[in-house]
């Protein structure tokens, strides 16, 4: 605590000749007010950077996204352009390797994410409710993706 703000409350105390609550109330204001004023001032600032780096982040991953399914998109068009008669077993590969790629599973986190808060606010039988969100979009999942041991997993851990 710097020497003026020690001054100014010894001066108001000298004044006084009894402590009441609003004396109290006063002092204990004027001290937080003054002594943590610096470090409030640079939280907000800290916070406020957090807030446009979180932003920005959240543009390069959506960014990210879509230049991966671009790429992808490209791949599988060269790839039939090229052999025409590809074996499924490549494209089933493919889309494998496209939804561990593209962060699928990172949009069901999301998903499921909007649809608990949707069901705390709404107040309705919460626990039957996450059960099952839960387990209509783990069934979706697993059935529109090609199911593998590590994407089984994947899905259940998300």
Known sequence: ?????????????????????????????????????????????????????????????????????????????????RFADIDSHYMKRLTQLKLESIDILDLLTEIIESAFISALENGENIEASFKEITRDLTFKTLRDGYLSLDRARHVITT
């Open 1 to 81: 605590m710097d020497k003026e703000l020690q001054d100014r409350i010894t001066a108001i105390l000298s004044e006084k000749k009894e402590l009441s609550d609003e004396l109290l109330y006063e002092i204990v204001d004027q001290t937080l007010q003054k002594s943590t004023q610096n470090a409030s001032d640079k939280l907000q600032a800290l916070l406020t950077q957090r807030e446009k780096l979180e932003l920005e982040i959240r543009q390069q991953t959506q960014q990210l996204q879509e230049t991966r399914q671009e790429a992808f998109s490209f791949l599988e068009a060269a790839l039939r352009n």
